[in-house]
Antibody, heavy 120, light 108 residues
């Protein structure tokens, strides 16, 4: 059974960098079948796709976040990570990692999500 | 970006009812559409992919249809466990993927 688990600080100060890691179990992040994605959801609002990475390190980012965003992969640890710089209160959200079909685009499964609050 | 618009935004229904949620895309996405169910405090759960393919383990009372710009999710006979928020998601373009704003299904 594939499981994803997000980890990282729950509180980040404005203008600083938000860093999260997703640990994958039950599947290899080196699989050529899947992309590995980050998605976020502000409280009471809808879902926003942040970006994705492939085992090769190839990335695709949401243009709205691209200038502040880096997604990386560590195949030795079966993890992928998110860094979002210069955060503001608008970046406060639950952040999810999710596996996405390479020749598809739907997300399954998802991690349980982690709340990140941007506040001084 | 492709905009996804769901209707209604909220819906009240009773156990046993048949309901339909609509999702419209701002341009054709062929059948590159997924539906998710989300309960409070939980991650979204995949229900349908490729507009009409039922994910394994999802009850057959859920069905999806549509192509191009108009899609629907139907629940044939609502069960207590079905009261949740539903999202559509397009993956026609090679990113950015986009979601509808959600439809909250509440018990009448």
């Amino acid at each position: 059974q594939v499981q994803l688990q997000e980890s990282g600080p729950g509180l980040v100060k404005p203008s600083q960098t938000l860093s999260l890691t997703c640990t994958v179990s039950g599947d290899s992040i080196s699989s050529t079948t899947y992309y590995w994605n980050w998605i976020r959801q502000p409280a009471g609002k809808g879902l926003e796709w942040i970006g994705r990475i492939y085992t090769s390190g190839d990335t695709k980012y949401n243009p709205s976040l691209q200038s502040r965003l880096t997604i990386s992969v560590d195949t030795s640890k079966n993890q992928f990570s998110l860094e979002l710089t210069s955060v503001t209160a608008a970046d406060t959200a639950v952040y999810y990692c999710a596996r996405g079909k390479k020749f598809g685009g739907w997300f399954d499964p998802w991690g349980q999500g982690t709340l990140v609050t941007v506040s001084s | 970006d492709i905009q996804m618009t769901q209707s209604p935004s909220a819906l009240s229904a009773s156990v046993g009812d048949k309901i339909t949620i609509t999702c419209r895309a701002s341009q054709s996405i062929k059948t590159w559409l997924a539906w998710y169910q989300q309960k409070p405090g939980k991650a979204p759960k995949l229900l349908i992919y490729k507009a009409s393919s039922l994910e394994g383990g999802v009850p057959s009372r859920f069905s999806g249809s549509g192509s191009g710009t108009e899609f629907s999710l139907t629940i044939s006979s609502l069960q207590p466990d079905d009261f949740a928020t539903y999202y559509c998601q397009q993956y026609n373009t090679d990113a950015p993927y986009t979601f509808g704003q959600g439809t909250k299904l509440e018990i009448k």
